[in-house]
């Protein structure tokens, strides 16, 4: 299961930080990532990190300004958010998978979701 925190509004240039709390077979995880969809697109990829070896992947629009992070001992990820943008506004999903696929900057790519949490950057 895994759980979204961390959402909320912001004003533009300032930052936020997401946390996902994963339980059950963490130890079987492979890989785990934040995705985003606002309103009318599709959901996007945003970051993924190899949950045992710590290797880390970003979408083109969120390199630079954004770092994904996981707490191994507490089952946590994290994504900290810096220069947020008003295009940054979307629900945010947390998302798992068990084994190495080449679909891992689609959902595809992927098993198991969060609910999502909210993001709103205003201008």
């Known amino acids: 299961q895994l759980v979204e925190s961390g959402g909320g509004l912001v004003q533009a240039g300032g930052s936020l930080r997401l946390s996902c709390s994963a339980s059950g077979f963490t130890s079987d995880y492979y890989g785990i990532g934040w995705f985003r969809q606002a309103p009318g697109k599709e959901r996007e990829f945003v970051a993924t990190?190899?949950?045992?070896?710590?290797?880390?992947y970003y979408g083109d629009s969120v390199k630079g300004r954004f770092t994904i992070s996981r707490d191994y001992s507490k089952a946590i990820m994290y994504l900290q958010m810096n220069s947020l943008k008003p295009e940054d506004t979307a629900v945010y999903y947390c998302?798992?998978?068990?084994?190495?696929?080449?679909?891992?900057?689609?959902?595809?790519?992927?098993?198991?979701w969060g609910q999502g949490t909210q993001v709103t950057v205003s201008s």
């Open positions: 998302a798992a998978v068990s084994y190495y696929n080449i679909y891992f900057e689609t959902p595809r790519g992927y098993e198991s």
């Open positions: 990190v190899d949950w045992n070896s710590d290797t880390t």
